[in-house]
């Protein structure tokens, strides 16, 4: 089984900043990319941001500048910082990631549970 568990998000005022991480752990044999989706309500759940096993990145084009992803090989986890933050960033936040498990030939797509992140005016 393979678990992403991210944590933090929560309130904050437009202007701050917020970063939180998401670890992914179980049976995980290798790591094609990690990311960040964001679904405000009502709306479709779109990409924020990709990092791939080597290290290049993604970013959702209204989005550059302010977000940034980040990871830490050894634990399997990644983050995401965001910076200059808006009413509009509000939304939950989920972790993806595209990874192989033990065992198995063909990776896999896998999702955190998601965390809320709200942006006060």
């Known amino acids: 089984q393979v678990q992403l568990v991210e944590s933090g998000g929560g309130l904050v005022q437009a202007g701050g900043s917020l970063r939180f991480p998401c670890a992914a752990s179980?049976?995980?044999?290798?790591?094609?990319?990690m990311a960040w989706y964001r679904q405000a309500p009502g709306k479709q759940r779109d990409l924020v941001a990709i990092?791939?096993?080597?290290?290049?990145?993604t970013y959702a084009d209204s989005l550059k500048g302010r977000f940034t992803i980040s990871r830490d090989n050894a634990k399997n986890t990644v983050y995401l910082q965001m910076n200059s933050l808006k009413p509009e960033d509000t939304a939950v936040y989920y972790c993806?990631?595209?990874?192989?498990?033990?065992?198995?030939?063909?990776?896999?797509?896998?999702w955190g549970q998601g965390t809320q992140v709200t942006v006060s005016s």
């Open positions: 179980g049976s995980i044999f290798s790591m094609n990319r």
């Open positions: 993806n990631a595209i990874l192989r498990q033990t065992g198995r030939l063909l990776p896999n797509y896998f």
């Open positions: 990092l791939t096993s080597h290290g290049n990145t």
